[in-house]
């Protein structure tokens, strides 16, 4: 065996070399791996006993991807181009033996391979688009000459991870070798091309499923049709979509490769993939607590109690259920129980009815589900999260009971949005093992959870739970207890906001369009028309101060009624309302202010700004770790755009200095309700960003 350096190996096994890789934790194509690859090759192919190469990988997959914490940087040692050029040009048949995932720059290598094989537990994908980019090897290019035009659109612009079993379909992997037994296999198939003077297949080289598709631009608009809702605001699925049809209409595979090289420059430039690329990195250090280390002990969640059956109960037991994790429901009413049970089961079977379960996970979930109309049926879990209605009194009464029936260890939760944690952890004698555990709705589809740290919760029940947020497919963010914590804290500025443009002249349909056109899901108006205007309104105490109350008072609850802020049709399209419309100018007439047109850019500066403002607050106070953390709860809880990166990063595109100077005029014309952050004023003297804070 020779050693090429550090992570790259070269071994004779018999007449076949095999290069392996070994550079945790994914094999990413960092500059030392380059360097291993393009000298093993290169040794390999000088080699006269080696009839053939094989290039695989130690540890849990094949090559990853690239090293993304290179991008940007200059580059060191040989380019992946280097490496491609030598595999895909060597005089004998290169195979990549391929476990685990095979994407991004992963699988542009073993695009160059005349040969791949794979395990059955293997999965192959391009998710570039992901980090707002496209494949910069030759992917675009290699992809569709495989897989065909219409495949490699769906897994470029989606960055689906394939099965091997689909790959070996589509044509994109050779053979499947038994699992556990890949070296073995790859080195047979290697020693067969060579008995059979199998030949060196160039993928560069194969046209006949790009031929498939010349003169057919059909296929590329209806694709773009198809997507558009999808795609809307991110540069990248469209810059992939043109280079395949490079690919398809360019006379050599040259000039489809510099079509790629242009548009993957012009992507890594672009404001949208940096937000992305931060989103990424983001995410993943939302996982690091300062002062909470990575081997701080952690609580074994063998089986979890959830008080309350209502839609959020519901989502939250899914969670833990589809995890393999059983769950214990308790209500106090049985009608409300079956209820929600059944509503439980209906989820399930509408997600089977699509292909998504068999009707037997389906029953192997509900059967982990059990419920319960007594406290007392807690007394064994590792776990309780309780979901009822957002009333200190309630659940503080709920917490007395639970601290003499759970078991001395068990973490007592709460999924309050907002309430005062430290106030629920003093009715207990075990404060330090009370959290919040903030769901979104539905709990069984919203990826954030915001983890509440309170006063005197310990650092084990914050790892458990943090740990537990991952294996129920969680994106956690730890949080300190304020009104409405992190997400609603923030979201309250941009509601106030709202609603005081309406009433100086803005119509709701305004508001709405200038945030849906800044990347948002929907506006506020349109989100309270779905959620429904009568939450938390109650008819017998609305007396019209608002212009809600005067909305529910007509029946106008949202889309369930047909009307809201909107008039709706019988398939919920919504268009403007001039009932509202009445309704406003007649709140702006009896209030005596004069209404005004105001412009998009007003609307969203006075939506925007005071939500970067309070997030600047919250770091101030120390209830979030980073302005990343930030970011994170608002991509994953409350739609913000992923391609604007997050309040925070947003702030940091526009300048800490522009919040500042737009802050201080509006407080100026409008008051204290704008006063700039002292942290703000800070920053912007010192010339800081907010990811500085």
């Not at 250090?285 to 300062?290: D, E, G, L, V, Y």
């Not at 909107?566 to 406003?584: F, H």
Request: charged share 25%; glycine share 10%.
């Amino acid at each position: 065996m020779a050693e090429i350096n550090a992570v790259t190996d070269l071994t004779l096994d018999g007449d076949v070399a095999v290069i392996t890789l070994n550079s945790p934790p994914v094999n990413a194509l960092s500059a030392k791996v380059r360097e291993g690859l393009h000298e093993g090759f290169k040794q390999a192919i000088a080699n006269d006993q080696a009839k053939a190469i094989v290039l695989i990988c130690d540890g849990r997959t094949f090559i990853a991807g690239a090293d993304i914490t290179e991008f940007g940087g200059a580059m060191a040692g040989p380019s992946l181009f280097d490496v491609q050029e030598m595999m895909e040009n060597a005089p004998k048949p290169v195979i990549a033996a391929i476990h685990g995932t095979a994407l991004g720059g992963g699988l542009e290598v073993a695009l160059v391979a005349h040969y791949r094989v794979a395990v059955p537990s293997a999965r192959f994908g391009l998710p570039e688009v992901n980090l707002g980019l496209l494949p910069g090897a030759g992917g675009t290019q290699r992809l569709p000459r495989v897989a065909g035009v219409e495949k490699a659109l769906e897994m470029m612009t989606s960055g689906r991870h394939a099965p091997a079993k689909e790959a070996l379909e589509m044509g994109l992997v050779d053979e499947l070798v038994e699992e556990g037994k890949l070296r073995e296999g790859a080195v047979a198939f290697a020693r067969k091309a060579v008995a059979e003077g199998k030949p060196l297949v160039r993928v560069r080289d194969n046209n006949a499923k790009l031929e498939a598709a010349k003169g057919k631009p059909e296929i590329f608009e209806n694709f773009r049709k198809a997507n558009a809702r999808k795609f809307r605001g991110f540069k990248a699925p469209e810059a992939n979509i043109k280079c395949v049809e490079a690919a398809v209409n360019s006379a050599t595979f040259e000039e489809g490769l510099a079509v790629e090289r242009k548009l993957f420059g012009e992507l890594m430039m672009s404001p949208e993939s940096a937000a992305q690329r931060y989103s990424f990195f983001a995410e993943r250090t939302a996982q690091k607590i300062p002062d909470v280390p990575d081997d701080t002990p952690t609580i074994p969640i063998m089986k979890v109690g959830i008080i309350g059956a209502g839609t959020m109960g519901g989502g939250i037991a899914m969670n833990f259920a589809n995890a393999g994790i059983p769950v214990t429901i308790v209500e106090i009413k049985q009608e409300a129980l079956e209820r929600g049970l059944g509503t439980i089961r209906k989820n399930y079977e509408r997600t089977a009815s699509r292909g998504g379960l068999t009707m037997d996970q389906v029953d192997a979930r509900m059967n982990l589900i059990q419920g319960a109309m007594e406290l007392e049926a807690l007394g064994d879990v590792d776990l309780v999260i309780e979901a009822v209605f957002e009333r200190m009194d309630i659940k503080k009464d709920i917490f007395t009971k639970l601290d003499a029936i759970c078991k001395p260890g068990a973490i007592l939760a709460t999924n309050t949005s907002g309430l005062d944690i430290d106030e629920i952890a003093s009715v207990t004698k075990r404060p330090e093992y009370v959290i919040g555990l903030h769901f979104f709705s539905p709990a069984n589809v919203m990826r954030l959870l915001e983890i509440v740290r309170a006063d005197k919760t310990s650092k084990e029940v914050i790892a458990t739970s943090m740990k537990l947020a991952k294996q129920i497919g969680k994106v956690a963010v730890l949080v300190g207890v304020c009104p409405g914590f992190v997400g609603n804290r923030i979201l309250g500025q941009r509601q106030r906001e709202a609603q005081k443009l309406v009433l100086e002249g803005a119509m709701p349909w305004d508001v709405d369009r200038v945030l849906y056109d800044f990347g948002f899901p929907m506006g506020p108006f349109a989100m309270s028309d779905l959620a429904g205007l009568d939450i938390g309104w109650v008819k017998e105490k609305s007396k019209g101060e608002s212009i809600r109350d005067v909305l529910c008072e007509m029946d106008r609850r949202g889309q369930k009624t047909g009307a809201g802020y909107y008039d709706y049709d019988e398939n919920r399209t919504a268009k403007p309302s001039p009932v509202t419309e009445q309704i406003i100018n007649d709140f702006i007439k009896k209030s005596g202010a004069n209404p005004r047109k105001i412009d998009d850019q007003e609307i969203l500066e006075r939506c925007i700004y005071p939500m970067i403002n309070e997030g600047v607050k919250i770091l101030e106070e120390g209830k979030a770790i980073r302005a990343s953390d930030i970011d994170v709860v608002w991509q994953n809880g409350y739609g913000w755009p992923v391609y604007r990166g997050g309040p925070m990063h947003y702030g940091d595109q526009i300048g800490p200095a522009k919040v500042l100077e737009k802050m201080k005029e509006f407080q100026a014309k409008m008051g204290d309700a704008f006063k700039p952050a002292p942290l703000l004023e800070k920053a912007v003297a010192e010339g800081k960003k907010f990811a500085d804070l």
